[in-house]
């Protein structure tokens, strides 16, 4: 029973967005604007389950029926849109054309989304809009400021890459290879002059070796003389031989009395200067006599 309830009340739907085209149509707009209403009476019966109500529980049941979120707030805003509609049509005798068709825009609009989300077997109607040069429109308002103007934008020529000109290309390259083969050839001049300072090294140290020799010859020469001019003497008791002139100094041996040795000379009033074993040593210059 409720199926078929149900399958009614869609045909109800369906029969009250014809007859408002159709009224719309014949211009009879007061009246396209009260069917517009009746029909959406019966989809709020669908959705709420009832149909004990007037103009002012009418708006309390959509408000309900939004707030529940059966239907949405762009519905609910189209119901109350259509309730005020066809509230002037039936109070005030209203009959504009502009209010007619905004009834029936919104009215076909919100039995598109009653098909979609709300009725059990999910069919659609498309009822087709009715355009009627009769229907009286809102004057578009036109604005008194002008349309900006478009910034033309110059576009600046793109520069052009520069070309290599070949034979610069070359004639710098030969000179590069010139650069290239002087350095060569002068790093080869190098080690010749490098030679001479060789040479001249050798020379040099050759020189400062000759000039060691010279001076060592000297030395030598210097040493016989030293040598040749001691004189033999004896010792007149026995006598300490020690390395400084002084009873503190190590003592490097004991002579026996009348034991040669070879003087030098004298280191002082108290000492004398004696060849011993390769190098020079003291004694008491009181205990030594020359040889006969």
Known sequence: MANSTTHSAWQQIQAGVYDTEKLLSGQEYNLAMIKARQTLEIIIKQLSGRDDYDDQSLTDIINSLCENKTISEKSCEHYHKICVISNKAVHENNDDGFNATTAYQLLTEEVQTFIRDYSPKKSKITPVPVRNDNVQRRPVAKSSESAPK???????????????????????????????????????????????????????????????????????????????????????????????????????????????????????????????????????????????
Do not use: H, M
Not at 154 to 171: F, H, R, Y
């Open 150 to 292: 478009r910034k033309v934008v110059k576009k600046t020529p793109k520069k052009k890459k520069p070309t290599v000109n070949t034979p610069d290309l070359i004639k710098v390259l030969i000179g590069v290879v010139i650069l290239f083969i002087l350095i060569i050839l002068f790093r080869s001049l190098n080690p010749l002059k490098g030679g001479k300072g060789t040479k001249t090294k050798t020379a040099t140290t050759t020189t400062v070796a000759t000039s060691e020799g010279s001076e060592s010859s000297e030395s030598s020469s210097e040493t016989t003389s030293a040598q040749a001019t001691t004189t033999k003497y004896i010792t007149t008791t026995k006598l300490n031989v020690r390395s400084s002139p002084s009873k503190d100094g190590d003592l490097l041996a004991t002579l026996n009395v009348g034991v040669s040795v070879e003087y030098v000379g004298a280191q002082d009033a108290n000492w004398a200067i004696i060849n011993y074993n390769g190098g020079q040593a003291y004694v008491a210059s009181a205990y030594i006599k020359p040889a006969q």
